[in-house]
């Protein structure tokens, strides 16, 4: 997608716009697309993605499967740092995930990733124009609808300016 940056400065102001880019990340995102995760909220400094108690999500004892929060964190976390840089000259890859599970979640859960937009601007940017690697650790917390916190993860983010990306020819 060429201006997924620019779509997602532009859904979060426009609930048509957001429920359109859902549709799209189904699409684009296969993986994903059984778990009817949601995009409900981005701005500049946090993603909220809901994860729907439905059966496709839930482990054997009826409660959303650890899979699946894991997921949604990685991609809640994901979403943000694109929407900050885009992918026209930075390429992002996971380099490790972790989840610590805390509560056992039975109904619908966000998980919500929050970056400063400061930090981008004065720490990682500067940084990528520097070195052209980065490596960003986003911790992303996960609760029920009730509140309570059901799961944090780390997420070890590279990324490369595409001038540092090497591929097999």
């Not at 400061?118 to 980065?134: F, H």
Request: proline share 3%; net charge positive.
């Amino acid at each position: 997608m060429k201006d997924l940056k620019g779509i997602l400065v532009r859904a979060g102001s426009n609930p048509r716009l957001l429920k359109m880019l859902n549709l799209l990340m189904r699409k684009m995102i296969p993986f994903n697309r059984p778990h009817r995760f949601s995009l409900e909220e981005i701005t500049s400094e946090r993603v909220v993605v809901r994860i729907p108690y439905r059966k496709s999500n839930l482990n054997h004892l009826k409660g959303i499967h650890a899979c699946a929060l894991t997921t949604a964190s990685e991609y809640s976390s994901g979403l943000l740092i694109l929407r900050h840089l885009g992918t026209a000259d930075y390429r992002l890859i996971m380099k490790s995930l972790t989840s610590t599970y805390h509560y056992q979640g039975k109904e619908a859960i966000n998980a919500i990733f929050e970056l400063s937009e400061a930090d981008v601007n004065s720490e990682l940017i500067p940084k990528l124009e520097k070195e052209g690697v980065v490596d960003l650790t986003a911790e992303i917390k996960a609760f029920d609808l009730s509140g309570n916190h059901v799961c944090t993860t780390v997420c070890l983010w590279q990324i490369k300016t595409w001038d540092k990306v090497k591929t097999k020819v």
